[in-house]
């Protein structure tokens, strides 16, 4: 028996020392006559083969996706650090910051209340589609911005509260879904910029709400349709949400690039002008809801307080009632009696 197995073993051991004096030989040939592994690259020696790898450099493959022949790519290293790094850093601060602002805001100045208190009368502001639109996108942003934040942060945040497997679960339905939202969100985009962009074109007196302190002031400075406030909402939005479209439509259907790097840098835009987006979005929902009294009635009901429309958007008010003639007495029929302005 002992016989047997020391037999098989001096068997196996002479079969490695061959195979490995085959492939030294190999080796040596290769490095003596400057082939290289494989003789593909038409490099002639092994330093300049690795070093050619090393840079990016790309071989044959035989499947249709080509850029499988790049075995490393260094851009992609970057591209990782900076969003693990400075992207998800700096992005994590200004959304705190952003939410710091907001909470020391409502501190230092409160709810901006109507002073006059309300008339009953309602100044039409919003019309049906101008609403539905607004309501649309705004419901696509927030789950669009929470998926890509759960994308961004989460790994740091909820896998090591929910564990590994059940992240994975988590951020694969959040891909899919924000995948699927995002052109979707393209085209309302789109819409409602249009839709919005009359009023918010800047106008002589925009700077001079600003000038008198705008939302820090304590009297109420005269404005159009919308301040200058909610003009730099809107472009931010213009500019910020077409920068996140053409980057999320490319790293949708990306096809429609020729090189990874240009992903990367389509990723890297996307969270970046997303985050901004998000963090300044903070700010308008604040002020849409608990920031600014009776504001919400607009974007609800399509009527506001005619108080309301004179101490904020004096100038407007003017107009709007002066060429519409349609002031809506008795507010309570037009409003559900619960929201309505108080006689
Ligand atoms: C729950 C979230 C939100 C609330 C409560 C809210 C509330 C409001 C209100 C009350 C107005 C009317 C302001 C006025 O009458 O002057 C308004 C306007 C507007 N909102 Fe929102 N909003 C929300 C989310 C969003 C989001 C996510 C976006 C963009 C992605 C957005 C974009 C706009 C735009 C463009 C206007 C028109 C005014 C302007 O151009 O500044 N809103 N919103």
Redo the contacts with the bound molecule.
């Keep these: 028996m002992k016989r047997i197995v020391f037999h098989r073993l001096f068997g196996v051991l002479c079969l490695t020392i061959m195979l490995g004096m085959g492939v030294m030989s190999g080796v040596a040939y290769a490095q003596q006559s400057g082939a290289v592994p494989g003789n593909t690259t038409g490099s002639v020696n092994d330093s300049e083969f690795w070093r050619s790898i090393r840079q990016g450099g790309q071989g044959l493959v035989s499947i249709p996706n080509k850029t499988a022949g790049i075995m490393i790519q260094s851009e992609g290293e970057e591209w990782r650090s900076l969003r693990n790094g400075p992207l998800s850093t700096y992005g994590g601060y200004l959304l705190a910051l952003s939410l710091g602002a907001i909470v020391v805001f409502f501190l230092v100045r409160g709810r901006i209340k109507i002073t006059g208190g309300r008339t009953g009368r309602a100044v039409p ?2 019309s049906q589609p ?1 609403r539905w639109i ?2 649309f ?6 789950l669009l ?1 929470l998926s890509g934040l759960l994308l961004m942060f989460g790994r740091y945040v909820i896998q090591p509260i929910i564990g590994k497997s059940a992240w994975s679960a988590v951020a694969s339905a959040s891909l899919q879904g924000h995948n699927l939202l995002g052109p979707m969100f393209v085209v309302a ?1 789109l819409i ?2 249009g839709v ?1 962009m009359k ?2 074109i800047w106008q002589k007196g925009d700077l001079t709400w600003a000038l008198k302190g705008g939302f820090l002031s304590k009297g109420h400075p005269p404005s159009w ?3 200058l ?6 472009w931010l ?1 213009f500019f910020a ?1 077409l920068a996140i479209s053409t980057s999320g439509l490319l790293l949708d259907f990306p096809w429609l690039v020729e090189r990874v790097q240009q992903l990367q840098l389509a990723h890297l835009v996307h969270a970046g002008a997303a985050v901004v ?1 998000i963090a300044a ?1 903070l700010g ?2 604040y ?3 608990i920031g ?1 009294e009776g ?6 009901y399509g009527y ?1 307080d005619e108080k309301w429309a004179e101490e ?2 004096g100038w407007w008010a003017e107009e709007a009632m002066k060429t519409r003639g349609d002031v809506i007495e008795g507010a309570g029929e037009t409003m559900p009696p619960e929201k309505a302005p108080a006689e």
Excluded: Q
Excluded at 137 to 142: D, T
């Design positions: 502001r919003f101008e607004h309501w996108v705004a419901s696509l942003f927030i911005g985009l409602m910029l919005y009023d918010n349709k919308y301040n406030g909610e003009k730099s909402w809107y939005l949400g987006l979005s308008h929902i002020l849409g809801t600014v504001a919400l009635d607009g974007m609800t506001v904020h958007h």
